[in-house]
């Protein structure tokens, strides 16, 4: 049977043809003109899928090098300013043996005790040194001078906490940028909190504002409660739980703040606690702000007190206690302080060991002093063998850098040899302890240069790899297209001549 093929069939064919050779022209022309064979999803959804996993890692990696760049300064810092300490602290080591030879006069040891001032000066300079107009020995209270002199200038005063700046340059590995001046130059005992905790001795020492306090539950409940100076943990935790019973308070995983958990089983709206009267009582106990689970409080940097366990100390994994030496005139010896189990029984022991000497916790809140109760001596206190009490407690050797140096000082004014000769045993630890924590400066910028420079190569490979997926042949592309534009001339011509309607056509 013979079948007819009408013309505007002939015709619907005809342009078909022409699109599909049309289209796969531009493209080969996109290909080439953009240098890439992937243009939407459609194109490669397995090749578009790889690519975008791809970008993100890089993003990433650019993320991890902003990082470290924006923070290497801290390192480099950091290092610096404890070989200058060291220095100053091998200066004040030749000082001391030259005052204790048979050359030493009072007036000699008064010249040392001068520059020992200037020694002491440039120590709190470095000490306090700041990048970015950030504290680099504060810990992370990078906003507080870490170090100054006490009401009386007979010692030199911790003010920052233990904690250290953390930047993250890889996936899930964190390093530390800086070294708290407590692990270094000071000591924080660093004691966790307790129920008992006055609020007094929060932050530090400085306290809770006192003021009233807003809290509104998942459900809805509100209640407001006032803080007062006088007031314990338990209070608090006590005056929260009493606005719902939804609502539980608690001392923190960590130990230093507080949690509040809420339980609601209709949730109406978030966990919500603020300020009342444009106070500051919620932020100073470190739990303003809005969660639509429950509230973590921040670090409340509690005070040491004379009911604080030894076991509570050093963020709550505790001190184990051994013996100290006193030296103190023609007085000295060791005294063993195993037997405390709070700072008070500390405290106790060092005063009624027949050393004349009154220990205390020193204003800031952060660790012990030793003062002699002799207004002609010094007292020093070191290490016993390699036991590391004196320097735990804060009240010599190891990273009781300053203070060594203003006992020594000291010692030079009162023209108490003992004490000189009491002081070098710790001018050794805190120049082994500077040495050590030079280390650990140079340990991670190197960790950070070489992660810095494998960044940059899992970038380069990373868009290599790219290219490779999303990336046009362009003599493929280029040879498409002619082979196209070929077809397409062919199919005109072809389609022109094959095509030629006369009126007889018309008139059918």
Known sequence: MVMRVTSQTQQRNALNNIFRITEAMFNAQKEITSGKKIQKPSDDPSGMRDTLVLRTNIKQIKQFDRNINSNQLFLSRGESALDSIGVSMSRAKELSMVELGGMSTSETRGYAKTELDNIISKVLQEANTKVKNMYIFSGT?????????????????????????MIQIEEDINVKVNIAGSEVLGTDLDPNLNTSTKVSKLNGGSGI?????SI??????????????SMTLANVITAIENVSSNLTASINSSGNGITITDTSSVIKNSLTVSEVDGGITALSLGIVGTKDGNIEGMDLNAALSTSTLISELNGGEGLTLGDINIINGAASGAVSLSSATTIAEVISLINNSGNNVTASID????SLQVISNSSSTIAVVSNVGTDTTAEELGIGGGRNVINTLFKLKQAMEYDDTFAILGSLANLDSGLETINESRAIYGAVARRIISTETTHQQNIVNQKDQISKIEGADMVEAASEFAAMEAALQASLSSTARIIQPSLLDFLR
């Open 209 to 213: 504002a006192s003021g009233a306090i």
């Open 363 to 366: 204003s800031a809140g952060s």
């Open 141 to 165: 209270d990078v906003n507080t001078t870490p170090f100054e002199l006490s009401a009386s200038g007979a010692v030199c005063i911790y003010n920052g906490n233990s904690d250290n700046l």
């Open 216 to 229: 509104t539950d998942r459900a809805g409940i509100s209640g407001t409660f006032t803080i007062t100076s």
